[in-house]
């Protein structure tokens, strides 16, 4: 199996932005204890972080042709305005799971919507960075992490 671990802009400053929010963890934890997880069930994942929708949007496009089965996707900003990368998973028909690591339900009225939500496999809102591991474990078929 494999899966793409996709984040969106300002994730990069995971552990040092709005710890009472997102946390103190890094990007580079999460992906450390994933690969983990990953490599104990004999799963490729790969991980790819932007701060720009294009690049994103390619990293999709360019996961259909890297036979990725999913994609577990934390869209950051882009969740409540991006029609763009919405139009490209639909493109590709990868089954994906979208992640947030705050509750984007609790929190400002314009978080509230996303473009994503009625087209993911799931929705994993406000269990902090544990919400991938959740995403990994839903992707790969298993109960517990």
């Given amino acids: 199996m ?6 969106g802009p300002n994730l990069n400053l ?3 932005r709005e710890e009472d929010i997102y946390g103190s963890e890094s ?3 999460i992906e450390i204890r994933l690969q983990k997880i990953a490599e104990i069930n004999n799963c490729i994942i790969n991980f790819y972080q932007s701060n720009a929708e294009h690049e994103l949007i390619e990293a999709i496009h360019n996961a259909l042709n890297d ?5 577990i996707f934390n869209p950051a900003g882009y969740t409540h305005t991006s029609v763009a990368l919405r139009d490209a998973l639909l ?14 339900e609790s929190r400002e009225d314009f978080r509230k919507k996303s473009y994503f939500s ?4 799931k929705v994993i809102s406000g269990h902090g960075s544990a919400g991938y591991d959740h995403a ?5 078929g298993i109960n517990n992490i």
């Fill in 136 to 140: 990994l474990a839903a992707a790969l």
């Fill in 14 to 16: 995971l552990g040092i």
């Fill in 27 to 29: 990007l580079k934890d």
């Fill in 67 to 71: 036979k990725v089965d999913y994609i």
């Fill in 118 to 121: 009625d087209i993911a496999e």
């Fill in 2 to 7: 494999k899966i793409l671990v996709l984040n």
């Fill in 91 to 104: 493109a590709v028909k990868i089954p994906f799971y979208e992640v947030h690591i705050s509750d984007i």
